[in-house]
């Protein structure tokens, strides 16, 4: 904490004068995933031209991971940590709400395999559960930036 103070002092000063221009000037990345698309059945993704080696990793690596086995390895640990979080909040006045986030540049399509942690809290006081869909709008390869260049 009392390292640094002078510098900590010019950031905080300078934050304070420019902070908002700096937030508001932010005009994104310029890049995104346009001509990005995915064959699910043959496993196959056509990337659009000018990624980085890391960039196509990282792409693939969340459209088309490895499939990993099926031994509830998941649904334990969500029922150890996430359901000890529900049993904690029981009593309580606070609400637990999840919200599936946009998971990837494309839609995926659905797991076939139900999520049954999610089956197991639903009706809990307190717990409410968003529509899987709510957000899918957002996987769109424009909605994506390439944050590797």
């Not at 998941?74 to 529900?86: F, H, N, Q």
């Not at 797991?111 to 968003?130: D, L, N, Q, R, Y």
């Amino acid at each position: 904490m009392l390292s640094n103070i002078g510098k900590r002092r010019r950031v905080a000063a300078d934050w304070l004068r420019n902070g908002r221009q700096y937030v508001d000037g932010y005009g994104g990345i310029p890049r995104n995933l346009n001509g990005l698309s995915a064959d699910w059945n043959q496993r196959t993704l056509t990337l659009p031209e000018g990624l980085t080696e890391t960039a196509q990793r990282t792409i693939r690596n969340a459209l088309m991971p490895q499939l990993p086995s099926q031994n509830r390895m998941l649904t334990r640990y969500r029922a150890g940590c996430l359901g000890k979080i529900v049993e904690l909040s029981r009593d309580s006045a606070t609400s637990l709400i999840f919200v599936e986030l946009p998971r990837a540049q494309l839609s995926k399509p659905e797991s076939i395999v139900p999520a049954t942690f999610m089956k197991s809290i639903e009706g809990h006081p307190g717990v409410h559960i968003a529509s899987p869909e709510m957000f899918r709008f957002l996987e769109t390869p424009d909605t994506f930036a390439v944050v590797f260049t």
